[in-house]
């Protein structure tokens, strides 16, 4: 086991204006688990695909240095000769599984290499086990959630036990039970088979407290490289959008940022800004943010029904399959013109549905969908909407410029070779491209929007979302993306709608549901995000416990 080595590597898509890699030279060490961090195009899913022998041999292009994976040259050996060693998971799983079942397609590449049908057999089985999938292990792959394929492309790159594992947002169609247990099963796989890997995240608050290091990418070039304490100071002074929300909540009060919530809440309380374990059981100690927060009062949405008639109306609606589950389960859910709505829920929950029956793309086996004019969809998959050769030819140039796709850096680009966060908003200025030209739409549904973005193009995108006239429903594993935008959050399980109220309330309370601030505050105050919390602890802002305002 060598580890992996770059050595002056520079490397220009066809046809693009600027070089997507710029003189990069790394070394990462046999067993490291590294994250790569970076804004949407900064060159993180080039440097991986660098690694699986993918750029150049797949990609074309210029190239120039080396790269070396476990001592083998990637210039000599493609990504065939390269898949014993290297395991690849990207951010478009619809595009990576390609066998009939979920059984078939964990075994495929084990299959490949010669393996007995015993070694097959069990590969396949700790794979399924590892990651939870076993009940859909003869699953048609074709029928599965987002969530449900990246799960299963993953298991596959697992099961050969490779020596280097190559992640490019592999928690972006997970839920948050789903990706904590994949970061803690990728720590087990570092600490037990002594795994190289290479993780590409924008949600780094999930994983940067796994990692033993931070590299962050700018335009192709590395500008940090450090511990993740290293990284997040940083980040917090050099490159903002990369910080955590934790770690800008720290710097926020004072505080020298650490990664996870742990290690923010002992921060915290060495200041004197949380109580100290078990006070709050002995009623010592507590704080004047706890004191003046403990009571606050939560408000709750109110509507005025009669003003306008709904933009969207489901009643009753279920969804039952002749030999299959029930997808949802007498949904009742109304949507006001205006609305800014976060839809919540694990994988296989049934918020892909949902959404399309809104979309009147599936039609209810009982009850009603009633909309008061048209209703856009923009699904998981980007590339269903790309069909173009060139970027400008996908969409009108006022929707490419609304997602920062407009300028020469990405008109004549061929949108396979965009970022995945790029694929995104091209996809997303499609579906605005067709508002553009028709009449607005009553109900925008957003399916993961998020899905390989950098904090600043979600922010970007939430500005984009309120200036619509119409409301907006958006199903997301985002919780930081949905605290910024929704005045209202729903959550789905099993089919059925089991939680609905506004923002403050649900996504500040719980483990998962919930942002990384409130997660590091325990919920006090319905306080979401970073500025919040930074207000609450420092007492700058009033009324400091109470919820975000909730606009209606």
């Known amino acids: 086991m060598n580890g992996v080595r770059l050595d002056r590597v520079s490397y220009r898509y066809p046809g693009a204006a600027l070089p ?154 997970l839920d948050p039970v789903a990706g904590d247990e994949l970061i803690g099963l990728l720590r087990r796989a570092n600490e037990d088979a002594d795994t190289t890997i290479l993780l590409a995240e924008h949600r780094l608050e999930r994983c940067l407290h796994a990692a033993d290091r931070a590299i962050a990418l700018d335009r192709g070039r590395v500008v940090c490289d450090g511990t993740p304490a290293e990284f997040l100071a940083w980040a917090v002074s050099h490159a903002p959008a990369l910080a955590t929300p934790g770690a800008t909540l720290l710097a926020g009060v004072g505080c020298e940022p650490v990664a996870g919530v742990k290690g923010a809440r002992g921060a915290l309380r060495a200041r004197g800004l949380l109580p100290e374990v078990g006070d709050r059981e002995r009623g010592e100690s507590q704080t004047s943010f706890d004191k003046s927060h403990s009571r606050a009062p939560r408000r709750r949405l109110r509507r005025d029904r009669s003003a306008s008639p709904p933009a969207l109306e489901l009643r009753g609606v279920w969804h039952e399959l002749r030999s299959g589950p029930v997808l949802l389960r007498g949904v009742d859910l109304t949507l006001d013109p205006g609305e800014r709505v976060a839809l919540l829920g694990r994988n296989g929950a049934g918020k892909s549905t949902l959404l399309r029956h809104a979309a009147g793309l599936m ?37 490419l410029r609304a997602v920062g796709l407009d300028g020469s850096a990405y008109a004549e680009r061929h949108p396979r070779e965009l970022s995945g966060g790029e694929k995104q908003r091209l996809a997303l200025a499609v579906v605005l491209g067709d508002v553009d030209r028709d009449s607005p739409p009553a109900v925008l549904c957003l399916d993961e929007p998020t899905r390989g973005m950098d904090r600043d193009h979600k922010r970007s995108l939430t500005t ?88 209606v």
């Open 363 to 399: 039609t209810p086996t009982r009850g009603t969908v009633r909309a008061a004019g048209r209703v856009g969809l923009l699904m998981q998959n980007p590339g269903d909407y790309l069909v173009h050769e060139r970027v400008r030819d996908e969409a009108p140039a006022a929707a």
């Open 20 to 173: 997507a890699l710029e003189d990069v030279s790394l070394t990462i060490e046999p067993g490291e688990l590294v994250v790569i961090a970076g804004g949407s195009g900064s060159g993180k899913s080039t440097l991986l695909r660098a690694i699986s022998g993918l750029v150049p041999h797949f990609h074309g292009g210029t190239f120039a240095g080396t790269v070396t994976v476990g001592g083998i040259d990637t210039r000599s050996n493609g990504p065939g000769e390269l898949a014993a060693l290297v395991g690849t998971l990207f951010q478009d799983p619809e595009t990576q599984v390609v066998m009939g079942t979920v059984r078939a397609e964990l075994g495929f590449g084990l299959r490949n290499r010669g393996l007995g049908a015993a070694e097959v057999a069990r590969g396949v089985e700790e794979a399924a086990l590892a990651l939870g999938i076993s009940p859909l292990l003869d699953r048609v792959t074709s029928e599965l959630s987002g969530g449900e394929l990246q799960r299963t492309a993953l298991g596959a790159a697992l099961a050969g036990r490779p020596e280097v594992l190559v992640l490019d947002e592999p928690t972006s169609q």
């Open 464 to 551: 984009l979302l309120e200036g619509i006239d119409g409301a907006v429903l958006v199903a997301t594993h985002d919780t930081e993306f949905a605290a910024s935008l929704a005045q209202r959050v729903l959550l789905l399980a099993d089919g059925a709608l089991i939680a609905d109220g506004p923002a403050g309330e649900v996504l500040s309370g719980g483990s998962y549901f919930v942002t990384e601030t409130a997660r590091i505050l325990g919920g006090a105050g319905a306080t979401l995000t970073p500025e919040q919390g930074i207000a609450a602890l420092t007492g700058t802002a009033g009324a400091i416990g109470e919820p975000p305002v909730v606009r």
